[in-house]
C-alpha cells in the first residue's frame, strides 16, 4: 500500500505564491509517475500537473501553463507543486496522485492508483 501525503496549503491574496509539497511512503516502486489534481467547490475533480519519474515527459493544465511548475526529488519520495502568480480561480482543494504509469495521469480520464488526502488552497481578491 503506497500513503500520499499533501502540506502547505493555505489562504493566499492573488498574485502571491505557495509551494505545495506531497511525500509518498510504502510500497512505492520505481518509476511512478506522479501529479495533482484539484477540486473546487461544486465541480468536478481536474487535472493540474503530472511529471513522469525521471521528469522527462511533464504536462501542466492550459490554466496553469506559466504559473504553476511540477517537479519531484525522488530520493525523497517526494513531488512538489510551486504555484505563483495565484488567482482566486485557483481555489480548491489540491490533491497529490501516483499512478504505476505517467500515462494513466494525463489521459481524458485520469486512473491514478492512489490519492492524497488533499489540501486546502484559498486566494482571496
Known amino acids: 500500500q503506497v500513503q500520499l501525503v499533501e502540506s502547505g496549503g493555505g489562504l493566499v491574496q492573488a498574485g502571491g505564491s505557495l509551494r505545495l509539497p506531497c511525500v509518498a511512503s510504502g510500497r512505492i516502486g520505481s518509476n511512478y509517475g506522479m501529479g495533482w489534481f484539484r477540486q473546487a467547490p461544486g465541480k468536478e475533480r481536474e487535472f493540474v500537473a503530472a511529471t513522469s519519474w525521471s521528469g522527462s515527459s511533464i504536462r501542466y493544465a492550459d490554466s496553469v501553463k506559466g504559473r504553476f511548475t511540477i517537479s519531484r526529488d525522488n530520493a525523497k519520495n517526494t513531488v512538489y507543486l510551486q504555484m505563483n502568480s495565484l488567482k482566486p480561480e485557483d481555489t480548491a482543494v489540491y490533491y497529490c496522485?501516483?499512478?504505476?504509469?505517467?500515462?494513466?495521469?494525463?489521459?481524458?480520464?485520469?486512473?491514478?492508483?492512489?490519492w492524497g488526502q488533499g489540501t486546502q488552497v484559498t486566494v482571496s481578491s
Open positions: 496522485a501516483a499512478a504505476t504509469y505517467y500515462r494513466n495521469l494525463v489521459v481524458g480520464n485520469p486512473t491514478p492508483d492512489y
